[in-house]
């Protein structure tokens, strides 16, 4: 396989993959574009290379500086904005689990808390809906404590962690 067909098969995989992140697939595409650059690029480079848009170009980009995987480069005496990927990939994945934590775990705690104290004539629905909200309440609390964990450790603790597990 020659590299421009090992690159275009990268960025497609990891297109694909972004949807398990919860990212839309030309985000994504965006991203593992910036990865595999050796320079910063620009918004121009992006639309050529994956031959999107540059409303997409733009949109995308802006989305993936939000989610802090991507930084805005300055090249002294271009006019032109370029963008870089952080290319740590424990900083990547800590990133996009804070991300993750907040945009849907958050939300959905607070709406399991609110939903404790519901009230109703005594049946067997309400009950099967208070043990299992409360059932998922506890374990999403759970998760949500093992990626603050993950989040604030260094990655020779989750890795030792992770090789527990798989034992």
Same mark, same amino acid.
């Given at each position: 396989?020659? $590299? ?6 990268? @960025?497609? =995989? ?8 919860? @990212? ?10 910036? &990865? @595999?650059?050796?320079?910063?690029? =620009?918004? /121009? ?7 999107? =848009? ?18 805005? /480069? $300055? ?6 904005? $370029? ?21 849907? &775990? ?10 404790? /104290? ?7 629905? &309400? ?16 998760? /949500? ?16 962690? &992770? ?5």
């Amino acid at each position: 396989m020659n $590299y421009q067909e090992a690159k275009d098969r990268f @960025i497609q =995989s990891w297109g694909t993959l972004g949807s398990s992140w919860g @990212i839309n697939r030309t985000m994504a595409q965006i991203h593992a574009l910036l &990865l @595999i650059s050796p320079k910063p690029l =620009s918004t /121009d480079e992006m639309m050529e290379e994956l031959n999107i =848009s540059r409303g997409n170009a733009n949109m995308n980009t802006r989305a993936l500086i939000d989610w802090g995987l991507v930084q805005k /480069d $300055y090249i002294p005496g271009d006019r032109k904005e $370029y963008f870089s990927a952080h290319k740590d990939f424990w900083e990547i994945a800590r990133q996009v689990a804070r991300e993750r934590k907040k945009r849907e &775990l958050e939300p959905m705690l607070t709406t399991l808390n609110q939903l404790q /104290d519901v009230r109703g004539k005594q049946s067997a629905e &309400l009950e099967e809906f208070r043990k299992i909200t409360l059932e998922l309440n506890k374990f999403s609390q759970k998760a /949500d404590g093992f990626l603050d964990k993950m989040i604030r450790a260094d990655r020779n603790w989750f890795f030792k962690v &992770l090789m527990k597990l798989i034992k």
